[in-house]
């Protein structure tokens, strides 16, 4: 059984579980301090070290496939990038076929997509990438929007007013990041978006 699901016989029988619930939260941890530094590259070396003390891990997978899409948008030699991309694929398609927690699949299919549709590569597949995005819950299902409504009770009207501004600033974000990053024909229509997304500021 250990070898079937690729752990040891301490995670089989339970016996390591909060050392290793200890030791991933560490790794979250330095994840982000790496991130907020720009440290793409560091922070690849430690989920790549976290994988391997951990190969059956879905966290530290999805962690790993982050951490090396993200050295997709960095400097670097193209065939590492297109190696990069490569392997990140894998996990995510692993992730698909072998977790069933949903955070860390909407993770995966999101990866995919945007893995899948870079033009750069010398895989890209719209009708794969399409595929991936019709696997994503609908806008209007989706958990953010589902908590505005969940939350009804005297009690948790905080929650639920917290949640909405919330959600208001991503729906902010989106639509400021789609003029500021969207194609334009002329510069004047670039100078427009971008007044337009700092008006909405």
């Not at 899409?69 to 960095?74: G, L, W």
């Not at 699949?105 to 997509?113: E, F, G, M, S, Y």
């Not at 750069?120 to 995005?133: M, P, R």
């Not at 991503?170 to 004047?188: A, V």
Request: proline share 0%; net charge negative; with cysteine.
């Amino acid at each position: 059984l250990a070898s079937f699901f690729d752990i040891t016989l301490d995670e089989l029988f339970d016996r390591t579980s909060k050392d290793k619930e200890k030791a991933i939260e560490e790794y979250c941890n330095r994840s982000r301090d790496y991130s907020h530094r720009g440290e793409v590259r560091n922070n690849l070396f430690l989920w790549r070290e976290a994988v391997q003390k951990y190969p059956g891990n879905f966290l530290c997978l999805s962690q790993l496939a982050y951490a090396l899409e993200a050295t997709v948008y960095s400097s670097g030699d193209s065939d590492e990038l297109e190696k990069n991309a490569n392997e990140s694929i894998a996990i995510c398609e692993r992730i698909l076929r072998d977790c069933t927690e949903n955070e860390l699949r909407n993770a995966a299919i999101q990866i995919l997509v945007h893995l899948y549709s870079n033009k750069d590569f010398s895989f890209a597949n719209e009708e794969k990438a399409v595929e991936y995005a019709m696997m994503a819950d609908s806008m209007m299902a989706c958990r953010e929007l589902l908590l505005e409504s969940a939350y009804f009770t005297e009690e948790s009207k905080e929650k639920r007013l917290y949640t909405k501004h919330i959600n208001i600033l991503n729906y902010m974000d989106l639509l400021t990041m789609n003029l500021y990053y969207g194609k334009r024909e002329s510069e004047e229509e670039k100078i427009e978006a971008c007044t337009a997304a700092l008006k909405l500021w």
